[in-house]
């Protein structure tokens, strides 16, 4: 499946993880799947892989119809059709969701209404690892805000700044992370021009 939706967009998703919830988009990659959707959830994720060893994230590929609905839907005849065809044209499920969910869901031909309407609603992916740290697009860690001063300089270190993803968050991915570091950034060196000023004074 991985092979042949690499790169697909699945959209109109809602995942669910440990409290948390999000309504991005997600794409499929040769490994797994990444984007929006996911970065959300990706802290949380990776507290429970380190603590217990694994996690399995809730996927809803139906967020807008109701679980009942789509048992109704699903409970129509559907004669000579395939499962997959009967799932494209009652609840308009694109390929993409549909290979999800005959690879997670482990379905098959005679799936009862009420289990694929459940499958729909709540799939089960399970998370065995997230990508290394070269292929990520944020990371935590960095310099504690107990080490800086007011204006982002490094208190022992005078005269050194620091910003965005140099700093000891969990920053939000998307426009978020941006603008975090873009506003840091600014502090800083307003900081900068601040401690510059004042050693000439001195």
């Known amino acids: 499946m991985q092979a042949e939706f690499a790169g697909a967009p699945v959209k109109n998703v ?4 440990g409290g948390q919830s999000s309504r991005e988009e997600f ?30 994230i809730q996927l809803d590929l139906l967020p807008d119809i109701s679980a009942e609905d ?9 004669g ?3 499962l997959s065809n009967h799932l494209r044209k009652t609840l308009n499920l ?5 290979a999800l969910l ?10 009862a209404p009420d289990r694929l309407a459940h499958l729909i609603k709540d799939l089960p992916v399970p998370v065995f690892g997230l990508f290394p740290m070269d292929e990520a697009i944020s990371t935590d860690g960095g310099i504690s805000f107990e080490a800086l001063d ?14 965005g993803e140099m700093l000891d968050w969990d920053a939000p991915t998307g426009g978020y992370l941006l603008t975090a570091c873009l506003a840091t950034g600014r502090a800083a060196g307003r900081g900068a021009v601040r401690w510059l000023n004042n050693a000439e004074n001195t």
């Open 70 to 78: 789509v048992r109704h839907r699903l409970s129509r005849p559907r």
């Open 14 to 17: 809602a995942m669910r993880f």
């Open 94 to 98: 694109s390929g993409v969701k549909r």
């Open 150 to 163: 007011d204006h982002f300089m490094l208190k022992h270190r005078p005269g050194q700044f620091v910003a």
């Open 27 to 56: 794409v499929i990659t040769p490994r797994g799947m990444e984007s929006g959707a996911v970065f959300t959830l990706s802290l949380s994720v990776r507290d429970a892989l380190e603590r217990v060893g694994e996690a399995t």
């Open 80 to 82: 000579k059709q395939s």
């Open 102 to 111: 005959f690879e997670l869901g482990g379905l098959e031909a005679a799936e």
